[in-house]
């Protein structure tokens, strides 16, 4: 069983900066894209950043410029360095990872989540 464990949000006055961490562990193969996704009270779930395996990303308008997304493939793990957070950046942050699992001959891409973490942008 495969499993994504977000870290690092927290409060954060405006203009503050935050770093979010998203682990994948447990069993699959390889991991193809990856990404950031955010969802604040009574709007829908939005992405926010992502990246393929070979590092190409893209960003929402609304973060170009403030937000870069990374990732350490040796460590199964995706970054979001937030800077110049604005309170409309409130919101709870989930990770998603497209994981190659496999049984026997078989092996299959699958999309996980992660629990989220809450971000809040507040003085």
């Known amino acids: 069983q495969a499993q994504l464990v977000e870290s690092g949000g927290g409060l954060v006055q405006p203009g503050g900066s935050l770093r979010l961490s998203c682990v994948a562990s447990?069993?699959?193969?390889?991991?193809?894209?990856m990404g950031w996704y955010r969802q604040a009270p009574g709007k829908q779930r939005e992405l926010v950043a992502g990246?393929?395996?070979?590092?190409?990303?893209n960003y929402a308008d609304s973060v170009k410029g403030r937000f870069t997304i990374s990732r350490d493939n040796a460590k199964n793990t995706v970054y979001l360095q937030m800077n110049s957070l604005k309170p409309e950046d409130t919101a709870v942050y989930y990770c998603?990872?497209?994981?190659?699992?496999?049984?026997?001959?078989?092996?299959?891409?699958?999309?996980?989540w992660g629990q989220g973490t809450q971000v809040t942008v507040s003085s």
């Open positions: 990246i393929t395996s070979g590092g190409s990303t």
């Open positions: 998603n990872a497209e994981l190659l699992l496999g049984n026997g001959g078989s092996s299959w891409f699958s999309y996980y």
């Open positions: 447990g069993r699959f193969f390889s991991i193809n894209a």
